[in-house]
């Protein structure tokens, strides 16, 4: 049992019954809101550990709940999206959510999701030197990358790219927050950039670039880094 409390935001009767018996039996607290603004009171009185936040919520808009919590708050929040609104997605993570389920969605998927973004929040603030997973080396002090015991020669900007997906495993970011760390804010509309170097970084560190295992692609989104 873990004493993490989430705080499930939802107006469906449904969703909710579905959610929290499920996340009850998985160890959570679970605490509920069916409204925008019963949401940011709970989360500012309540301080739960983890939102899941609905967009589609009958005072206002999940994206507005985000950056009303954003001001005050970096609790993690996962957002419930339909499978064909990209557009509403990627604006929900700019402001700050921090991953996305797509309806209809599986516990089991939802779960996982959980518990990346309560590892990312135990992290805190600090930065690891090393990673590691499935053969894959970073060395953030040394700079060095390393496949399976060979080093991975790689241009500073596909190091940094490199560095910003490994220092959030699990968590999908937008093509807009990869541009903006990398390349700058200047060039957060400049897409073509950020495929190219993908591009190149797959073909450096995945067995099969056409099929990669460590960076998957979001579509419409971006990109998520796998890890062990």
């Known amino acids: 049992m873990n004493e993490n409390r989430i705080l499930v935001v939802d107006d469906e009767p449904q969703i909710q019954r579905f959610l929290h018996p499920a996340l009850t039996a998985s160890g959570y607290d679970v605490i509920s809101a069916a409204t925008g603004a019963e949401a940011e009171r ?3 009185t309540s301080a739960p550990d983890l939102v899941i936040l609905d967009l589609g919520l009958p005072d206002k808009d999940g994206k507005d709940v985000i950056k009303t919590v954003r001001a005050f708050s970096e609790v993690p929040i996962i957002v419930l999206s339909a499978r064909d609104r990209e557009v509403e997605k990627i604006a ?7 991953d996305y389920v797509e309806k209809p969605f599986g516990i ?8 990346t973004a309560l590892r990312q929040k135990v992290a805190g603030t600090s930065v690891p030197s090393r990673f590691e997973s499935n053969g894959l080396v970073v060395d953030m ?3 060095v990358v390393m496949l399976k015991d060979a080093e991975v ?6 190091y940094q790219l490199l560095v910003h997906l490994v220092l959030h495993p699990g968590l999908v970011m937008t ?3 990869l541009l903006a760390s990398v390349w700058g804010a200047a060039h ?11 591009g190149q970084l797959r073909a450096k560190i995945e067995d099969d670039p056409n099929h990669p295992y460590f960076i998957r692609t979001e579509p419409g989104v ?3 880094f796998i890890a062990e």
């Open 153 to 158: 020669h790689l241009t500073r900007k596909e």
């Open 188 to 198: 957060v509309e400049d897409l073509h950039y950020l495929r190219v170097f993908i």
């Open 92 to 98: 929900a993570l700019d402001l700050g959510a921090n």
């Open 42 to 44: 709970m989360i500012a």
């Open 222 to 224: 971006g990109y998520r």
């Open 175 to 177: 093509h807009r927050q």
């Open 108 to 115: 089991g998927e939802l779960l996982a999701r959980v518990r």
């Open 141 to 143: 002090v040394k700079r």
